[in-house]
């Protein structure tokens, strides 16, 4: 085997070891992460290109034969969700840079590894992918309206710059992965383990610049930074829960929990690529501080999980 496809492939079983590791290292360079913060955007193209030439194409195209479940289930976690969770948050008198990452966080699209982590916690991860496929496809549509005009959220960016900004990483990373799928060819599959060794490594370098600042505002503001990480969980719980709960009355217990659980896991990381950096620090604080519940939740709510849907 080449040396590097292997070192690629063991990184990606590593990944859960490598990526809080690549945190630290932004913590512990701060000077690094401000220095990578324009690498952002470019990284956030290649992560969704990998993920999409990972993609089984042949599966994805035997689910999208009856995509409306996922389709509805994918506007109601960019929509509905949202909406109902922004009146809650304004309503427990938080810090109004909190309140507004909340509502934004509620609005980004799903994270294309909730396929994988839903496969461990025994939910449904055909329909994982395609709300995490689908969701990442609609965002430019949904989240710029929604923050800038229904919830009147000052993001210092327009309507159309957002929209373009969030639909050009789609369209860049679908081009890309169609020029990966076709230069692989059938060693595609076999190029599986490789290319999640080098969507971890674009992660690591994605984690470095997301922790820019981070320190000063923890030695300035700690009880702040504290709230954050607390908000962060809540968030994502919440916004699991409501997802969950809605949807237990008419679908079947274990898609109502994938649901919730696609509704909870968001590509926050995503907004902090798009957006200019005049906007609300608060915003990116909290980009930096929900990092932790996204790597430690899936854990968290495993024997929940486990106890809801026995095998």
């Given at each position: 085997?080449n040396p590097v496809v292997?070192?690629?492939?063991h990184?990606?079983?590593r990944?859960t070891?490598?990526?809080p590791?690549?945190?630290l290292?932004?913590?512990?360079?701060?000077d690094?992460?401000?220095?990578?913060?324009?690498?952002?955007?470019?990284?956030?193209?290649?992560?969704?290109?990998l993920a999409?030439?990972?993609v089984?194409w042949?599966?994805?195209?035997a689910?999208?034969?009856?995509?409306?479940?996922a389709?509805a289930?994918?506007?109601?976690n960019?929509?509905a969700?949202?909406?109902?969770?922004?009146p809650?948050?304004q309503?427990?008198?938080?810090?109004?840079g909190?309140?507004a990452?909340?509502?934004l966080?509620?609005?980004?699209p799903g994270?294309?590894?909730?396929?994988?982590?839903?496969t461990?916690?025994?939910l449904?991860?055909s329909?994982?992918?395609?709300?995490s496929?689908?969701t990442?496809?609609?965002?430019p549509f949904?989240?710029?309206p929604?923050?800038?005009w229904?919830?009147?959220?000052?993001?210092?960016?327009g309507?159309?710059d957002?929209?373009?900004r969030?639909g050009?990483i789609?369209?860049?990373?679908?081009?890309?992965?169609i020029?990966i799928?076709?230069f692989?060819?059938a060693?595609?599959t076999?190029?599986?383990p490789?290319?999640?060794g080098?969507s971890?490594?674009?992660?690591?370098i994605?984690?470095?610049?997301?922790?820019?600042?981070?320190?000063?505002r923890?030695v300035?503001?700690?009880?702040?930074l504290g709230?954050f990480?607390?908000g962060?969980?809540a968030?994502m719980?919440?916004c699991n829960?409501?997802?969950?709960?809605?949807?237990l009355?008419?679908l079947?217990?274990?898609?109502?929990?994938?649901?919730?659980?696609?509704?909870?896991g968001?590509?926050n990381?995503l907004?902090?690529a798009v957006?200019?950096?005049?906007a609300d620090p608060?915003i990116?604080?909290?980009?930096a501080a929900?990092?932790f519940?996204?790597?430690?939740?899936?854990?968290?709510?495993?024997?929940l999980?486990?106890r809801?849907l026995?095998?």
């Amino acid at each position: 085997m080449n040396p590097v496809v292997f070192v690629l492939a063991h990184m990606g079983r590593r990944a859960t070891t490598l990526l809080p590791f690549s945190l630290l290292l932004g913590l512990l360079f701060q000077d690094i992460a401000a220095a990578a913060r324009p690498l952002l955007m470019p990284l956030a193209v290649t992560l969704l290109m990998l993920a999409l030439a990972r993609v089984d194409w042949d599966r994805l195209s035997a689910l999208l034969r009856r995509p409306g479940l996922a389709i509805a289930l994918s506007l109601l976690n960019l929509i509905a969700v949202p909406l109902v969770v922004w009146p809650i948050w304004q309503g427990l008198g938080l810090w109004p840079g909190l309140v507004a990452a909340l509502c934004l966080s509620a609005m980004a699209p799903g994270i294309i590894s909730a396929a994988t982590t839903a496969t461990f916690l025994r939910l449904d991860s055909s329909l994982a992918l395609l709300i995490s496929l689908f969701t990442n496809f609609l965002v430019p549509f949904t989240l710029p309206p929604l923050a800038l005009w229904l919830l009147g959220l000052d993001l210092k960016i327009g309507l159309l710059d957002l929209s373009l900004r969030l639909g050009l990483i789609v369209a860049l990373a679908l081009v890309g992965a169609i020029v990966i799928r076709r230069f692989l060819g059938a060693k595609v599959t076999e190029a599986g383990p490789a290319l999640d060794g080098l969507s971890v490594v674009v992660l690591m370098i994605f984690a470095i610049p997301l922790m820019d600042g981070v320190v000063a505002r923890a030695v300035a503001e700690p009880v702040k930074l504290g709230g954050f990480i607390a908000g962060a969980f809540a968030g994502m719980l919440l916004c699991n829960l409501v997802m969950a709960v809605g949807m237990l009355p008419i679908l079947d217990r274990r898609i109502a929990l994938t649901a919730g659980y696609c509704s909870g896991g968001r590509h926050n990381a995503l907004l902090m690529a798009v957006l200019p950096v005049t906007a609300d620090p608060d915003i990116f604080l909290f980009i930096a501080a929900v990092q932790f519940p996204i790597y430690l939740i899936p854990t968290l709510l495993q024997p929940l999980y486990r106890r809801l849907l026995p095998s």
